[in-house]
Nanobody, 123 residues
Framework: VQLVESGGGLVQPGGSLRLSCAAS????????MGWFRQAPGKEREGVAR????????VYVDSVKGRFTISRDNAKNTLYLHMNSLQPEDTAMYYC??????????????????WGQGTRVTVS
């Protein structure tokens, strides 16, 4: 199983980024997919989760209206479009897979596979 994030970088406040997560080694469509983030000295936080078919999404309140999670099951790829970025969005961002969507949508302990992360800095 491999999850590989990309798309992070340095952006000014108010800017945008699109993160991608390429998945391989498992049946992608059997899993809900989520994005998490962890800032230095803070706990890992659930950002968003998308259902197996992409039709249902869940967001943490702090990103609602600014971030959009989506997936392309034909390409085994997960996305996170981030708009109106603020300094408080600075963190390492991770994608994760949750088998059959069983568990809390934004609790990291309920996710089974993880990528290595991509860093987002808003400054």
């Amino acid at each position: 199983v491999q999850l590989v994030e990309s798309g992070g970088g340095l952006v000014q406040p108010g800017g945008s980024l699109r993160l991608s997560c390429a998945a391989s080694g498992y049946t992608y469509s059997n899993y809900c997919m989520g994005w998490f983030r962890q800032a230095p000295g803070k706990e890992r936080e659930g950002v968003a989760r998308v259902s197996r078919d992409g039709g249902t999404t869940v967001y943490v309140d702090s990103v609602k209206g600014r971030f959009t999670i989506s997936r392309d099951n034909a390409k085994n790829t997960l996305y996170l479009h981030m708009n109106s970025l603020q300094p408080e969005d600075t963190a390492m961002y991770y994608c994760a897979a949750q088998l059959y969507c069983i568990g809390s949508p934004l609790r990291h302990r309920d996710f089974h596979y993880w990528g290595q992360g991509t860093r987002v800095t808003v400054s």
